[in-house]
C-alpha cells in the first residue's frame, strides 16, 4: 500500500491561541452572503472576467500592541511598544501592568513565515518609557527572533480615563492581499472579538477587570446550612465553612461582579470590544462619513471623541457575524495597493485580552472574457449579465466633492484629455469622479468606446491587440 | 464620570440588514431623477449627545432632554447619498437586593449582610439584572418635519421615539433607516431625552449603513440604457423625505 507522505503542520507554539473567552453561548451564527458564485462574470476596473473558482478562506488577525524587540534572551523578552502616531502617548509615559499568562507573539503574522508563541510568567509592569521586560518559562528561540523582532502582544491595557484613550499604529497582514491582483481577488468580511465586560461589586463601571480580589466577609451565624445550596452571590468559592453554626468564616475569591454575576456571566455583562479604523489603500479611510475623514480631534474632556465616524466595534461587526456592510476586497486593482490597514483605539478603560480580528471570507480566481465571447454572448442572447467588483481605489479614495474638479486634480485630468477637444460632456464626465467600473457600464466596454472616452484602454497591456 | 459603554449583548447575530439595499450598477430615482449607483461603502457614525446642558458629552440624568439638534458632519458631497440607521446602546437596569428599581444605578453590593435568624438565605444579597435601558431618541427629518409619528399626534411625543428595544446597536432595526442628501435643510434633527429613571453613561445615536456614490442620468444616458436592455429600464425608488407630513400647526396648541 502506497503511503502519501504529508507534510508536518506547524507546531502549536508557532500559533497563536485561539479567542481566550470562546464564543458567546447564545449568539446567533455567521451567515455568509456569497455575492459572487463561480461562473458569473463580474466587472473590475480592468474589464470584465469571468469566476472559475470560488473557495472560503479564514484567518484570525491579532491586533493587540505591536513592538519590537530591544532585548532577546532564553528566558526573557523586552519589548519597545513605542507608537509612531503620537496618539498613544499614554504607553510611553504611564507604566501599564501586563498579566501572568498573557501571550506574546514573536516575529510578523500572515505569510509561511516561522512565529514563536511566549506566555508571560508573572505580572510585569511596563516602564514610563514605553519597554516592557516579559519573562517566560518557554525558550525564547533567540537565534531566529533577535533584537529587533516584530512582536505582537496578545493583550492591550486598560487606558486610565476617557480622556486618555490611546490609539495604536496602523498594522496589515501583508497576506490579505491576494498573490495575483486581478486575477485571484480576496472578499474577506471581518469582525471583532468580543471581551467580556463587568460591573464591579461595589458598582463600579469602568476598570472592573474581570477578576474581583477582594473578599466577602460572612461574620454571623447560621449561614452555613444555607451556603450548602445558595453560593453567595453565585460566584463565589467558598473556603470552607459549610458546617451549621460556625461563625467567623470567610468567603475568599469573590470573582465577576462577586454579587450574583457568576451563574451565567453573559447574562450580567455586555461585550465590548477596541474600536477599530481601516484604512484602504494605506492612506485612506473606509466607512466614514465625507467630512469626518482625516478630522482626528484631540481628546481632552472626558467624554470627547477622536472622531465621530469610522471606529467600529463588536457592535458594528463582530466576529460572532461578521458584518458583510462592512466587506474588504483586496486583488481587484490591477495595480494593487488594496491592501487594508487596521488601526485600533482603546477608550474602553478596561484591559483587553487577546484583541483580534475574525477574518472570513472567498477567494476567486478570474479569467478574462475576450471581446470574442462578449460578441458571441451577444449574438446568442441578446445581451449579457454581470456583477461589479468595486476597485477600492478608485471606489473610496475621493476626498473630493464631485463639484469642484476631476477625482485626482486638473493637472491629471489636463495630461489625460491632452490634444483632444473637450466638450460640456467630456467635462462633466470628469468632474463627475465616478468609477470606471460605471463607465465601462454606461457608455460600453468595446475597444473603441473605452478608447474615446479615456485616450488609453487600460486593458490593452492584457489584450495585445 | 466618564462616558461609559457597556456592550452589546452576546445574543443576537447582530448583521446590517442594509447590506444589499444598494449595490453598484443599481439605478435610483429619487425626486424624479435618475441616478446610477457607482460605489457603496459601509458607514458608521457615533454622535456623542452633547446638546442641551451636556457639554461635556458625560452621563445624562433622569430627565434630560437635549432639544432638537443637527450636526453639519452629516451632510454628504454633493454626489453621494447616505443610507443610516439610528440606533441606541443598552444600559444594564437592576433591582437592588431590598427590591427598589428606580434611580438605583449601580448598586454597592460590598455592604455585609448580617444573618440575625436561622434559616434567612444570603443568596438574595445581590442585585439582579432586569433588562437593559437607553434613552429616546425622537427624529425631525428633513429639518423640521417629525417622523415615525401617527399622523394625528405629530408633535405630542407620545409616538415617534426609538429606544434600545426598538432598535439596539447591535442589531438596528432598518424600518427606521433614514436617507441623508446633500444640503443643509436635508440634515436630520435629533433630541435625545431620558425618561428611564436612571442616569444614562452612554448618551450617543449610533448610526450604521452605507453611504452611496451617484452619477446623475442625463434623458441620452437612460434611452442607451433602455436600449441595451431590450426597451426595459429597472430601477428603484427612494423617497428621502419619508410620507407627507400632516403639518404641524394643530401641534402649536398646547393648553398646558
Not at chain 1, 455586555?270 to 482625516?294: H, L, T
Not at chain 2, 458625560?58 to 430627565?63: L, V
Not at chain 2, 452629516?74 to 440606533?87: A, D, F, M, Q
Not at chain 2, 453590593?109 to 443568596?123: Q, R
Request: glycine letters at 10%; proline letters at 5%; charged letters at 20%.
Amino acid at each position: 500500500m502506497a503511503i502519501k507522505e504529508l507534510t508536518k503542520g506547524k507546531d502549536a507554539n508557532q500559533l497563536a491561541r485561539q479567542s481566550p473567552f470562546g464564543r458567546p453561548p447564545y449568539g446567533g451564527g455567521y451567515e455568509s452572503s456569497k455575492d459572487y458564485k463561480t461562473g458569473e462574470l463580474v466587472m473590475l476596473s480592468e474589464g470584465l472576467y469571468r469566476i472559475k473558482q470560488a473557495e472560503t478562506i479564514s484567518t484570525i488577525f491579532h491586533i493587540g500592541i505591536q513592538g519590537t524587540l530591544t532585548a532577546s534572551a532564553t528566558g526573557s523578552i523586552t519589548i519597545d511598544m513605542t507608537q509612531n502616531n503620537r496618539r498613544a502617548t499614554e504607553l510611553n509615559t504611564v507604566a501599564k501592568v501586563f498579566p501572568a499568562g498573557i501571550q506574546v507573539l514573536l516575529g510578523e503574522q500572515g505569510f509561511n513565515n516561522t512565529n514563536q508563541i511566549i506566555t508571560n510568567r508573572a505580572n510585569a509592569t511596563s516602564s514610563t518609557a514605553g519597554l516592557l521586560t516579559i519573562t517566560t518559562d518557554d525558550t525564547v528561540r533567540t537565534a531566529l527572533y533577535p533584537v529587533g523582532t516584530e512582536c505582537t502582544i496578545l493583550f492591550i491595557p486598560k487606558n486610565e480615563t476617557h480622556a486618555k484613550q490611546f490609539l495604536l499604529d496602523k498594522t496589515t497582514m501583508s497576506a490579505l492581499e491576494s498573490p495575483s491582483s486581478d486575477t485571484v481577488i480576496y472578499e474577506l468580511l471581518w469582525g471583532l472579538s468580543q471581551h467580556p465586560k463587568y460591573i464591579g461589586e461595589d458598582g463600579e463601571i469602568t476598570s472592573s477587570g474581570l477578576n474581583n480580589a477582594t473578599e466577602a466577609t460572612i461574620s454571623s451565624t447560621n449561614y452555613g446550612a444555607q451556603m450548602g445550596g445558595t453560593p453567595i452571590g453565585s460566584g463565589g468559592v467558598r473556603s470552607g465553612g459549610e458546617e451549621a453554626g460556625d461563625t467567623s468564616k470567610v468567603i475568599t475569591g469573590s470573582g465577576h461582579g462577586a454579587s450574583g454575576y457568576g451563574t451565567s456571566m453573559v447574562k450580567y455583562a455586555g461585550m465590548i470590544s477596541p474600536s477599530v479604523r481601516v484604512y484602504q489603500p494605506e492612506s485612506v479611510v473606509r466607512f466614514s462619513s465625507d467630512r469626518e475623514k482625516n478630522t482626528d480631534a484631540t481628546i481632552s474632556i472626558a467624554g470627547g471623541q477622536l472622531n465621530k465616524s469610522g471606529f467600529l466595534d463588536a457592535s458594528d461587526t463582530s466576529a460572532l457575524s461578521p458584518n458583510p456592510s462592512y466587506r474588504l476586497l483586496t486583488g481587484s486593482n490591477g495595480n494593487d495597493g488594496t491592501l487594508p490597514f487596521f488601526e485600533t483605539l482603546q477608550a474602553t478603560e478596561e484591559d483587553l485580552h487577546d484583541p483580534h480580528i475574525v477574518i472570513i471570507g472567498n477567494k476567486f480566481t478570474l479569467v478574462e472574457v475576450s471581446t470574442e465571447e462578449v460578441k458571441q454572448m451577444v449574438r446568442r442572447s441578446g445581451r449579457f449579465n454581470y456583477k461589479i467588483i468595486q476597485d477600492p481605489t478608485q471606489a473610496y479614495k475621493d476626498l473630493s466633492d464631485g463639484v469642484t474638479g476631476p477625482r485626482n486634480g486638473w493637472k491629471e485630468a489636463v495630461e489625460a484629455t491632452k490634444g483632444r477637444r473637450m466638450s460640456f460632456d467630456d467635462y462633466k464626465k470628469l468632474t463627475d469622479n465616478v468609477t470606471s467600473q460605471t463607465m465601462n457600464l454606461l457608455y460600453g466596454t468595446s475597444t473603441q468606446q473605452v478608447a474615446k472616452r479615456s485616450g488609453i484602454d487600460p486593458r490593452q497591456r492584457h489584450r495585445g491587440n | 464620570m466618564a462616558r461609559v459603554n457597556f456592550g452589546r449583548t452576546p445574543t443576537v447575530r447582530g448583521y446590517n440588514p442594509l447590506a444589499n439595499t444598494l449595490k453598484p450598477g443599481h439605478v435610483i430615482q429619487m425626486r424624479g431623477e435618475f441616478y446610477v449607483v457607482d460605489a457603496v461603502e459601509g458607514l458608521t457614525v457615533d454622535l456623542v449627545v452633547t446638546a442641551g446642558g451636556n457639554t461635556a458629552g458625560t452621563e445624562i440624568s433622569d430627565n434630560y432632554d437635549s432639544g432638537y439638534f443637527e450636526d453639519a458632519d452629516l451632510e454628504p458631497y454633493r454626489n453621494h447619498l447616505y443610507c443610516l440607521i439610528p440606533s441606541l446602546t443598552g444600559q444594564p437596569k437592576f433591582i437592588t437586593r431590598s427590591g427598589t428599581y428606580d434611580g438605583v444605578g449601580f448598586p454597592d453590593d460590598t455592604a455585609e449582610v448580617t444573618l440575625s435568624g436561622a434559616l434567612k438565605s444570603i443568596g438574595a444579597a445581590s442585585r439582579t439584572m432586569v433588562g437593559l435601558i437607553s434613552p429616546r431618541v425622537y427624529l425631525k427629518h428633513p429639518a423640521g418635519i417629525p417622523r415615525w409619528h401617527l399622523d394625528e399626534a405629530p408633535e405630542n411625543d407620545k409616538t415617534g421615539f426609538i429606544d434600545v428595544t426598538v432598535s439596539p446597536h447591535e442589531d438596528p432595526n432598518p424600518n427606521f433607516a433614514i436617507w441623508i442628501e446633500s444640503g443643509e435643510n436635508q440634515l436630520p434633527q435629533f433630541r435625545m431625552v431620558n425618561t428611564t429613571g436612571e442616569a444614562i453613561y452612554n448618551p450617543v445615536i449610533h448610526l450604521q449603513g452605507f453611504k452611496a456614490r451617484l452619477k446623475h442620468l442625463n434623458k441620452r444616458d437612460i434611452d442607451e440604457a433602455r436600449k441595451a436592455n431590450g426597451g426595459k429600464f429597472v430601477y428603484k425608488i427612494i423617497k428621502p423625505q419619508g410620507l407627507p407630513h400632516a403639518g404641524s400647526m394643530s401641534a402649536d396648541y398646547d393648553p398646558n
